[in-house]
Antibody, heavy 122, light 108 residues
Framework: QVQLVQSGAEVKKPGASVKVSCKASGYTFTGYYMHWVRQAPGQGLEWMGRINPNSGGTNYAQKFQGRVTMTRDTSISTAYMELSRLRSDDTAVYYC???????????????WGQGTLVTVSS | DIQMTQSPSSLSASVGDRVTITCRASQSISSYLNWYQQKPGKAPKLLIYAASSLQSGVPSRFSGSGSGTDFTLTISSLQPEDFATYYC??????????FGQGTKLEIK
């Protein structure tokens, strides 16, 4: 079955960087864009950006430009999201999610990874 | 960016009730609207895509409607497992996806 499995929880100090991984299985990794979404404690969902696993091309939300880097390793079907210059308000659960597209435009996120809690604290 | 506004933000209802959640987009998004359910400590789960298409495996008591700027998610007869938070998401602008702020559905 299609599955995304993320790396474990992280605790980081302000100013540090964090790299979260998302390992895909059950489908052709290079055939679907991968997205990253975060959720601060008790808050809603916030889209961060996406990567084309085939080309490595990326698009980032304006808010994260300059701080986020999304990469992939096709040999192990894994996507990565690295966030730098961490602040306390970056404390959140970070999710990867595969996008599905039909008829060229209709698209949705499914499945999602289980989430990775990143805590930023001094 | 396209803003998505859900109402209400929270809702109390009883098992067996019919419940409707509304999502409004700041500009027309045609039918590029998805609904997700999220339970505490879990990842969001897709319920409805393209405004009204039921995801495989999702119970038929869930339905979606709307187009343009106004959309609704309806649960025809609430079950105990439906108490969760629901999010709408516009997928019209693929350069910047946005979600509604969420609607928390609680047991009355």
């Amino acid at each position: 079955q299609v599955q995304l499995v993320q790396s474990g929880a992280e605790v980081k100090k302000p100013g540090a960087s964090v790299k979260v991984s998302c390992k895909a299985s059950g489908y052709t990794f290079t055939g679907y864009y991968m997205h990253w979404v975060r959720q601060a404690p008790g808050q809603g969902l916030e889209w961060m950006g996406r990567i084309n696993p085939n080309s490595g091309g990326t698009n980032y939300a304006q808010k994260f430009q300059g701080r986020v880097t999304m990469t992939r390793d096709t040999s192990i079907s894994t996507a990565y999201m690295e966030l730098s210059r961490l602040r306390s308000d970056d404390t959140a659960v970070y999710y990867c999610a595969r996008v599905n597209v039909v008829r060229g435009k209709i698209n949705w996120f499914d499945p999602w990874g289980q989430g990775t809690l990143v805590t930023v604290s001094s | 960016d396209i803003q998505m506004t859900q109402s209400p933000s929270s809702l109390s209802a009883s098992v067996g009730d019919r419940v409707t959640i509304t999502c409004r987009a700041s500009q027309s998004i045609s039918s590029y609207l998805n609904w997700y359910q999220q339970k505490p400590g879990k990842a969001p789960k897709l319920l409805i895509y393209a405004a009204s298409s039921l995801q495989s495996g999702v119970p038929s008591r869930f339905s979606g409607s709307g187009s343009g700027t106004d959309f609704t998610l309806t649960i025809s007869s609430l079950q105990p497992e439906d108490f969760a938070t629901y999010y709408c998401q516009q997928s019209y602008s693929t350069a910047m996806y946005t979600f509604g702020q969420g609607t928390k559905l609680e047991i009355k």
